[in-house]
Structures are given as C-alpha cells and as structure tokens.
C-alpha cells in the first residue's frame, strides 16, 4: 500500500492542475487495500482523503493557493488526529475559505 501512495505522490504533483488527481489517486489506493490496511482509524484516514479531494478540487480551479491548500490539509489531518486520540469518530470538516 504505501508503495502505491507513494506512486500517487511521484506521478501526480501537489500543484494546480494535478492536486485533485493526486488525491483521488491516493483514495482509490486507501479503497482498494481498506480497512485491514488502513487499521483502526481506517474511517478517519477515509474522512481525510474525501477532504483532501475537496482541497485538490479547490487548488485546480484557483480558489486555494497551493500553500493555502497545505494549510488546509495539515488542518483536516490535526482534526482527524484529534478526534482518533480523544474518543468516537465524528465527520472531518474542512474550514471554509
């Protein structure tokens, strides 16, 4: 798995143009091996990628800058991190821009 991640990471950039390709390709990746792979948080790790498709759909169109879409993304994985450490999962939502 994480050599197919990593793949997403060397073919698709985190760049306009190719941020919303890098993730759906990192999704599709976290989907096929799934939770056995992904372990306990597995739907946390799946909340983070469907926010990160948003991010990679908002860096495309111009509505997020790149560092912009990093801060949102380091966001949406310290929310995840929280929500796993403190209790029961509950929906990851990205702050509105």
């Known amino acids: ?4 991640v990593s793949n997403c990471f060397v073919h698709y950039p985190f760049a ?9 390709c990192i999704y599709r990746v976290h989907s096929h091996y799934g939770p056995a792979a992904l372990g306990p948080q597995s739907f946390l790790l799946l909340q983070i ?3 990160s498709l948003k991010v990679g759909q908002d860096v495309d169109s111009g509505v997020l800058t790149r560092d912009e879409g990093r ?8 929310k995840a991190f929280r929500q796993a450490t403190q209790g029961p999962s509950s929906t990851v939502v990205a702050p509105k821009s």
Do not use: I
């Open 16 to 24: 306009k143009g190719t941020a919303y390709q890098r993730f759906n």
């Open 49 to 51: 990628d469907v926010a």
């Open 71 to 78: 801060t949102t993304l380091r966001w949406v994985t310290d």
């Open 1 to 4: 798995m994480h050599a197919a």
